[in-house]
């Protein structure tokens, strides 16, 4: 069966590709350009170089600067008004994954209208919208590349993930540069993040030679890279393959899928409000070990290109020893437990039921090699709190 591929049509990558952007938007005929970001970027002067860039570039530029960690439906409210009050014809997503997918969402909903539950998987989204062009400044969510966007209902604390070509950024501007002042944690969680968006993207059920050999050469970059950049945000070298190999399994799964590590992360940050990349991290080892026997052959394969394992070695071995290396990566980077973190475990217990639910809605577990029953999710909640 043929694979659907779909990818930003323009893509800037590497030192400086910031400074085009101007010169991006004005290419693909926007005047009027809303920059969605948040109140961290503005602060640091960033925001006001852009704003700057895109004046040269002869553009009428705005800035909505409103966004929140875990964009929720309440958030996206003041961005829809921002929008039209501008009469933008395009939008910058410019920050981690919450600017790009609020950009997303406000690209939709200022053409559509509607509520963002109304365009939550299994419903495909394919337009209209406005175009959003991606600047991200973390090497983690991918976003910059992909069909999705992830937005929390205010109303039922439920993440809800949204797919479609509607959500695929017309272009991405990737510059490294903008991920050097990164602290550990952040840097440690996105770096995960973008390791599992990799290996998932492998190991999916809707796997495809494309996203393959991008997932591949994901996994072997952060493997070599991951624990450098935690160790010095400033090895500018490890930052620019950290920032390029996040790209790569972000194209590689949106043009494959997610699977369960999302499915069950996504509920994890909206009801405890632990931020994605982290979420992640927390169930990566647990959900790998649960489902390498039903693709041994698939893990085996990350595990060799991560570097855990020899290109002789068995594949039961070598996938075993993913899960060796994956708990050893996340010891590493100092990756919390759910109690570590601080949640309560009473609460968690009694949100496990709705969790596991949520998760199996979400439509990403049945895209795991080993698809889990609902009880078997909450087993793996249980078994990752402490």
């Not at 200022?110 to 209209?128: C, E, I, S, V």
């Not at 999916?204 to 935690?230: E, M, W």
Request: with cysteine; net charge negative.
């Amino acid at each position: 069966m043929a694979a659907s591929i779909a990818l930003p049509r323009i893509m800037r990558i590497g030192g400086g590709a910031v400074d085009d952007l101007g010169e991006v938007v004005a290419g693909l005929g926007h005047g009027r350009p809303l920059i969605v970001t948040d109140g961290y970027l503005v602060g640091t002067g960033a925001v006001d170089r852009m704003v700057a860039n895109l004046k040269e570039a002869g553009l009428q530029p705005a800035v909505f600067a409103e966004t929140v960690p875990d964009p929720t439906t309440a958030s996206l409210e003041a961005g829809v008004a921002a929008v039209q009050a501008h009469d933008a014809d395009c939008l910058v997503g410019f920050g981690g994954g919450s600017p790009m997918d609020t950009a997303k969402a406000l690209g939709l909903l200022a053409r559509q209208g509607g509520h963002m539950r109304d365009y939550k998987a299994p419903r495909l989204n394919t337009g209209p919208a406005l175009p959003v062009i991606a600047v991200p400044t973390t090497a983690g969510s991918g976003s910059e590349a992909t069909q999705f966007t992830v937005i929390t209902d205010s109303d039922t604390d439920e993440k809800m993930l949204c797919p479609g070509l509607a959500f695929l950024p017309v272009a991405a501007v990737v510059d490294y540069r903008l991920t050097l002042t990164m602290p550990p944690r952040l840097t440690a969680d996105t770096g995960v993040d973008a390791l599992t968006h990799a290996v998932e993207a492998y190991v999916s059920r809707k796997a495809n030679p494309f996203s393959d050999g991008l997932a591949l050469q994901a996994i072997g970059t952060i493997g070599q890279v991951l624990r450098r950049v935690y160790t010095d945000g400033q090895d500018v070298q490890a930052r620019e393959a950290m920032m390029l190999a996040a790209t790569q399994a972000g194209i590689a799964f949106s043009n494959s899928s997610v699977a369960l590590v999302h499915g069950m992360s996504r509920p994890i940050g909206a009801h405890f409000h632990v931020a994605h990349g982290l979420s992640n991290a927390m169930l990566f080892p647990a959900v790998t070990a649960f489902s390498v026997e039903s693709a041994e052959s698939r893990y085996a394969d990350c595990a060799r290109a991560l570097g855990a394992a020899s290109a002789d070695a068995p594949d039961a071995t070598a996938a075993a020893d993913l899960v060796t290396a994956l708990e050893e990566l996340c010891r590493d980077v100092e990756v919390p437990t759910p109690k570590s973190y601080g949640i309560d475990r009473a609460v968690w217990d009694e949100r496990v039921p709705v969790m596991a639910e949520q998760a199996l809605a979400s439509g990403s577990p049945a895209n795991n090699p080993r698809v889990p029953t609902a009880e078997e999710i909450r087993e793996l909640y249980g078994r990752i709190y402490g």
